[in-house]
């Protein structure tokens, strides 16, 4: 367990009180001519006997009934020479416990400083029993000399070679004393944290109202201890938790001293799940006020931004297409097709895809009389990835070699056949749709389950948020799509997709992290425009009330644009359109997007068969 320096010394609480002629402490007056009426006070967590106490020039020892006597506050109490702390007034009650030395009311149970002095005093107790007193023999307070001022409560446990009592246990003795509850109000109950919570969490704090005096949006560290503690940062370290109420999934710590508390809650399965802070009166009282909540922190997804230009890269997109591969001359190829991007980037094979983005320079070899070729650098040097598209005496592809000279890679392959992507055919510009755009679609599938799609979209910098209401019959829902996304070489291209639903009372987020990136069209779209998309997809779904689960597949799809002039005549009207094909393998989709808005006309979803399983239509 880290215990923290302290940085104060320990203070031990004696308050004095009532007026007594004489009682059972062990005194030294070394000032006997005072006139000043004696007063007694006891010093509690179970009497506490063997701590000397200092005031008004008198010295003694706490007795069996942790009795001492002074005329004049304030009073010092030391162990050996381990300052305590000290009182400056007297109060009325005959008793002194802990928390008054140290300022704290007498219904604090959790603060950290409270919690170290609580643990010392039973753990110096002489025979373990401290149900009836707890004795500090003479010797063991010798053993404090003066470097046990500032020392750690572990060193200070060391020094005395005792072994410290827990937390749970020094707290729930110390409030049967003080005839407190646990500080959650009447019906709290003592918490004990589940070993699955247990652990060391790194937490963004969202702000509702002000007064918590935490920076909103800031992130801490908080550390879920295994002894029921919770360790806030550096110098707050919380303990005692409580069930308040009747909700046994949530336990409260109380910083009395800062006037806040931390609700901790787990899932139904036990993991995390977040920390409430409010101020420092319980959540089922009058006067509680909620402040904000720390929640797991999730890094923002890294946006890869393509280069603008890459000289050369003209030379590459104007060889683009599918080609076959005939035969291989040197290593070895899994696939018979080569594919080059219409953005330059090239599917070598199953597996071996080199991105536009991580071209790192393309140099033009096309005037080498022997090997006219293109060549393509992924890397810092020759040494590592590179591409080399070989010319034949017309400028069309031979073959196509890849080369690594680290690892020893060396695969080249004969190629024929190949399949344009329409960058020479006709092309169209298709309108971005803008922020405040509104559509409704109307959503079909083969079970005859029909639902209405008002959605309106809001564009900033790299997101595009679509809002939408989902009506079906009487019911309705609401939903919210985000997607992350760079454009480059009329291509966008999709990293991060997160959806926010409200279906049946469930709140629903599902998180796609997509890898390397989805390629969708944008602004110019060209006839018989065709490439390949292949993605790995972490999608992760969170469900109110229950936990979270993580899927990953991956996914390849054959897009090509069947034309750029067709007419499309749906519910709303005839649009112009670009009809696009995206084949998956397991399913067909065929888009129909209006030119001048950005619109999805129709869109219907095929399986292996040929049959319609879904359709999307415009319906306004």
């Known amino acids: 367990m880290l215990i923290r320096k302290m940085t104060v ?75 305590l702390g ?148 550096a110098d707050l370290t919380l303990y005692n938790p409580v069930f308040v109420g009747q909700n046994s999934s949530e336990a409260v710590w109380f910083d009395r001293e800062n006037n806040l508390q931390y609700a901790l809650s787990w899932l139904a399965n036990g993991d995390f799940n977040e920390i409430n802070v409010g101020n420092a009166i319980p959540s089922n009282e009058n006067g509680f006020q909620f402040y904000g909540q720390y929640t797991e922190f999730t890094p923002p997804p890294t946006i890869v931004t393509p280069p603008a230009t890459i000289s050369n890269l003209e030379l590459v997109t104007a060889l683009s297409g599918q080609y076959t591969v005939a035969t291989t001359s040197a290593g070895s190829h899994t696939r018979n097709s080569v594919t080059i991007l219409a953005d330059g980037s090239i599917d070598f094979d199953t597996g071996v895809i080199f991105p536009l983005i991580d071209i790192q320079t393309i140099y033009d070899r096309t005037f080498i009389l022997a090997e006219p070729r293109i060549q393509l650098s992924y890397g810092a040097n020759d040494d590592e990835d590179v591409i080399n598209l070989y010319l034949d005496d017309n400028g069309a592809i031979a073959y196509i070699e890849y080369r690594n000279r680290n690892n020893g890679t060396l695969i080249k392959v004969d190629v024929s056949t190949q399949a344009t992507t329409g960058n020479n055919n006709d092309c ?47 019911a309705s829902s609401t939903g ?32 796609i992290a997509i890898s390397p990136s989805r390629q969708d069209p944008i602004d110019e779209v060209c006839e018989n425009q065709t490439w390949t998309s292949n993605v790995s997809m972490d999608t992760t779904i969170v469900m109110s009330s229950f936990p979270s689960s993580t899927v990953n597949t991956t996914e390849s799809t054959v897009y090509l644009v069947e034309s750029v002039d067709e007419q499309k005549t749906v519910s709303a009207g005839t649009y112009t359109t670009v009809k696009m094909k995206q084949d998956r393998g397991s399913e067909t989709i065929i888009t129909w997007t209006d030119i001048a808005t950005g619109a999805t006309v129709y869109q219907e979803t095929k399986d292996t068969t040929g049959q319609v399983i879904s359709t999307i239509e415009l319906l306004q």
């Not at 169209?428 to 389950?449: K, L, P």
Request: glycine letters at 8%.
């Open 428 to 474: 169209v510009v298709v309108s971005r749709i803008s922020t405040g755009d509104s559509f409704v679609h109307r959503y079909a599938d083969n079970a005859q389950s029909i639902l209405t799609v008002t959605s309106t979209y809001n564009l900033v910098t790299n997101t595009e948020t679509k809002v939408s209401t989902v009506t079906t019959g009487d």
């Open 480 to 511: 919210e799509k985000t997607l992350t996304y760079t454009i480059s070489n009329n291509y966008i291209y999709t990293t991060n997709i997160v959806s926010t639903d409200l279906a049946s009372g469930f709140n629903i987020e599902t998180t």
């Open 86 to 233: 000290s009182i400056s007034s007297f109060t009325s009650d005959n008793r002194v416990f802990p928390q008054d030395l140290l300022g704290l009311p007498r219904s604090d149970n959790s603060s950290t400083r409270l919690v170290e002095l609580t643990r010392l005093i039973q753990s110096l107790d002489d025979d373990g029993n401290i149900s009836e007193t707890i004795n500090i023999l003479p010797s063991i307070s010798a053993l404090f000399d003066a470097t046990a001022n500032g020392a750690s409560l572990e060193e200070l446990a060391n020094m005395a070679g005792v072994t410290l009592v827990s937390a749970i246990e020094a707290m729930e003795h110390l409030q049967q004393q003080t005839g407190t509850n646990l500080g959650g109000g009447d019906n709290a109950t003592l918490a004990v944290i589940p070993a699955s919570v247990v652990g060391s969490y790194v937490l963004e704090y969202s702000e509702i109202v002000s007064g918590s005096l935490i920076v909103d949006g800031s992130t801490t560290t908080i550390i879920v201890q295994a002894d029921n503690a919770l360790k806030v940062n």
């Open 9 to 83: 010394p320990l203070v031990l609480a004696a308050m004095l009180v009532g007026c007594s002629s004489g009682d059972d402490a062990t005194t030294n007056d070394t000032n006997p001519g005072t006139s000043a009426q004696q007063r007694v006070g006891y010093l509690i967590d179970s009497p506490i006997q063997g701590v000397t106490y200092r005031c008004d020039g008198t010295t003694g020892v706490t007795s069996a009934s942790g009795s001492f006597s002074c005329s004049v506050p304030p009073v010092s109490f030391s162990l050996g020479e381990l300052t």
